[in-house]
């Protein structure tokens, strides 16, 4: 992948501003591409309407949210366009989903969630245990090898399970979690299975089929689009399910899930960012005009896999030749298929918050904190208020951007005591 191509495609590295800074803090959000900007635009300006209508705008802004549906389903290898329900993000879908899994349970019913997970896949589920009466059992997260441990599962997931909440990626150790392995699990014994795919998304390719999981969930801001987000589900299930709606919206999913005005910029948004997707694997996967949009998806996500697998190593080798300095997470080479190329780190008599500003003096932009993960954080043993410094690299990181950040902390590291 050609490195000064892909910044090319994000107006971001054009500007003035941002020519001296390094941007490490993509899994909070990432930088826009030229696709997504101009498409969202475009929707603002000249399909600005509302739907169902028999005028020119109405008709053209339908078509581009049929578009954006038939491409997300691409992205995740969906059945259906009538699979993919747009939301304004990750938190509020998961939110909104829980609710109406929420109609068919009742008091003892159980629900596991992960302790390595966001919040945004626990707090949903709480609040809908504590108004039902349901029971949350926890699949715990081992420090030691940054993952849960199949006995675990085994005991943990029971035939009272009605659903299993878990993410595909950690956004604090970057571990890939198992996610085919906990759904297998899951379906013998009946429950359904949510997965948060956030961090995931940006680095890898995404295939509910093969996943066997219900539902995913993932946001296109950290997919180089516009603040929204993509919900997968089951059409059968979709069907099912009764979601809290003003009564004339339809009763078909997905529309019956999206309720209120669309976010018509946002989902043009959504399938500039796919299109760019697809362009990354025309220009450098192996796969011409002519493939399908899937073959163009999973080409491109394979050339980022593989530029980001070297880059994060490199980070990670000079992370860890610091002294002081604790990576909370996998950090050999022969372990890099099992992260995504989120990292995060502390050093030694050095609050982490300290590392954040120090960076962001020195135009470096990164994260610390608990990063909406304090279960994961106090699992790690350290303090959750300070929590850990985070880099999190993207399909734009130079290795120039690596080296400045491990220059810098080279600097942080000498001047500590
Ligand atoms: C793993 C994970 N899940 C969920 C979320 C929440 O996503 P959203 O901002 O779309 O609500 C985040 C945000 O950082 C995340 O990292």
Same mark, same amino acid.
């Given at each position: 992948m050609n490195i000064e191509r892909i910044r090319q495609?994000?107006?971001?590295?054009?500007l003035a501003s941002a020519s001296n800074s390094v941007f490490l803090d993509s899994a909070a959000g990432t930088q826009m591409c030229k696709r997504a900007l101009e498409a969202s635009v475009e929707a603002a300006i000249e399909n600005n309407a509302n739907l169902g209508g028999h005028f020119s705008t109405s008709v053209i802004a339908e078509k581009a949210i049929g578009q954006a549906r038939c491409a997300a389903a691409a992205l995740v290898n969906a059945h259906c366009a009538e699979e993919i329900v747009f939301g304004q993000n990750m938190t509020t879908l998961t939110f909104h989903l829980s609710r109406c899994l929420g109609r068919s349970l009742g008091k003892g019913d159980e629900i596991v969630l992960t302790q390595s997970d966001h919040e945004a896949n626990i707090s949903p589920w709480l609040e809908l245990a504590k108004d039902l009466e349901l029971k949350i059992r926890w699949l715990p997260f081992d420090p030691l090898t940054y993952g849960f441990s199949t006995a675990d599962m085994e005991s943990i997931i029971?035939?009272?399970?009605k659903v299993v909440a878990l993410s595909?990626?950690?956004?604090? /150790? $970057?571990t890939i979690n198992d996610v085919a392995a906990v759904a297998a699990l899951a379906k013998r014994k009946g429950a359904m299975v949510y997965v948060d795919a956030v961090q995931f998304a940006p680095h890898g390719v995404i295939d509910v089929q093969t996943l066997g999981c219900d539902f995913l969930v993932c946001s296109s801001h950290k997919l180089h689009g516009p603040h929204h987000a993509i919900l997968w589900g089951r059409l059968a299930l979709l069907e099912r399910l009764m979601p809290y709606k003003p009564r004339p919206t339809a009763d078909k999913p997905p529309y019956k899930f999206? /309720? $209120?005005?669309?976010s018509r910029e946002a989902i043009a948004g959504i399938l500039g960012t796919i299109d760019h997707l697809a362009w990354i694997g025309r220009e450098f996967?192996?796969?011409?005009?002519?493939?399908?949009k899937r073959q163009q998806i999973v080409a491109g996500m394979h050339a980022i896999v593989e530029y980001e697998q070297r880059l994060v190593q490199s980070a990670l080798e000079g992370l860890s030749s610091f002294k002081g300095v604790h990576i909370h997470g996998y950090r050999t080479s022969h372990e890099?298929?099992?992260?995504?190329p989120t990292v995060s780190f502390t050093l030694e008599s050095t609050p982490s918050e300290m590392i954040s500003r120090h960076m962001a003096e020195q135009g470096i932009r990164l994260w610390h904190g608990h990063h909406f993960s304090p279960q994961t954080v106090r699992a790690l043993g350290i303090d959750e208020h300070d929590g850990v410094a985070r880099i999190s690299l993207a399909q734009y990181t130079s290795e120039d951007d690596v080296h400045r950040f491990l220059s810098v902390m080279d600097d942080l590291v000498r001047i500590m005591p």
């Open positions: 495609q994000f107006p971001i590295f054009s029971t035939e009272r399970t595909y990626a950690n956004n604090v /150790t $970057g999206e /309720t $209120g005005s669309k996967g192996a796969c011409g005009e002519q493939t399908g890099r298929e099992r992260r995504v």
